[in-house]
């Protein structure tokens, strides 16, 4: 079936560690998007992709990193600087105007 | 710069009634999409409807449909015959552009509603 993965489900990070969240779409979209969400929030753009080797930050793009070496892949790494980590995240794919799916999200929790 | 505003935080509706959802948008592009998204508690996004600013009739999906009024710049959900499943959260979302820097995918603070037997 056509779609978006991210794994994992959930993720677990210590303090000071630096993480990778996986984002997978067969969906041959070229636009893809990395999202935070906190508890009872609406989302805020960490960073999208309109096209592979090619990224731009969104409004909240300190602390994080992304890559986009590949069209069907978007991984989204949080690092040591993002200090308030702890979050849902989604990640999305889409295609010319009218298409834009999300994934099941990741939800980060650091311990 | 493009913004979406969602004004309810909350909304009650009665199961099998009609309840509509504000949203209204701002951009300086023609060109741009605007969707509705449905998030219950689990945390996924599921698409619900999408409207084009080109489009000349409102989009209709199911139960589902979009009241857009261009010149007020407003894409309003309307859930018709509500059921006690609908109730989650709910974001409407701007894409605009055809490519460039400003090809973003942006959302609203969301309204969450209660459906009440």
């Known amino acids: 079936d056509g779609g978006i993965t991210q794994s994992p489900k959930y993720l677990f990070r210590k303090e000071g560690q630096n993480v990778t969240l996986s984002c997978e779409q067969n969906l041959n979209h070229d636009a893809m998007y990395w999202y935070r969400q906190d508890p009872g929030q609406g989302l805020r753009l960490i960073y999208y992709?309109?096209?592979?080797?090619?990224?731009q930050k969104g409004d909240i793009a300190e602390g994080y990193s992304v890559s986009r070496e590949k069209k069907e892949s978007f991984p989204l790494t949080v690092t040591s600087a993002q200090k308030n980590p702890t979050a849902f995240y989604l990640c999305?794919?889409?295609?010319?105007?009218?298409?834009?799916?999300f994934g099941q999200g990741t939800r980060l929790t650091v311990v | 710069a493009q913004k979406i505003t969602q004004t309810q935080p909350g909304m009650f509706v009665q199961e099998k009634e009609a309840v509509t959802l504000d949203c209204t948008y701002d951009?300086?592009?023609?060109?741009?999409?605007l969707f509705w998204y449905k998030q219950p508690s689990s945390g996924e996004m599921i698409f619900l409807i999408y409207?084009?600013?080109?489009?000349?009739q409102n989009a209709t999906e199911g139960r589902y449909s979009l009241n857009f009024q261009k010149a007020r710049k407003s894409a309003n959900l309307v859930i018709s015959a509500s059921q006690l499943g609908d109730s989650a959260m709910y974001f409407c979302?701007?894409?605009?552009?055809?490519?460039?820097?400003?090809?973003?995918?942006?959302f609203g603070t969301g309204t969450l509603l209660a459906v009440q037997p």
């Open positions: 999305a794919s889409g295609q010319g105007m009218t298409e834009a799916f």
């Open positions: 992709s309109q096209i592979v080797n090619d990224f």
């Open positions: 409207q084009g600013s080109y489009d000349q």
């Open positions: 979302a701007m894409r605009e552009g055809y490519g460039g820097a400003t090809n973003k995918l942006i």
């Open positions: 951009t300086s592009d023609p060109s741009y999409g």
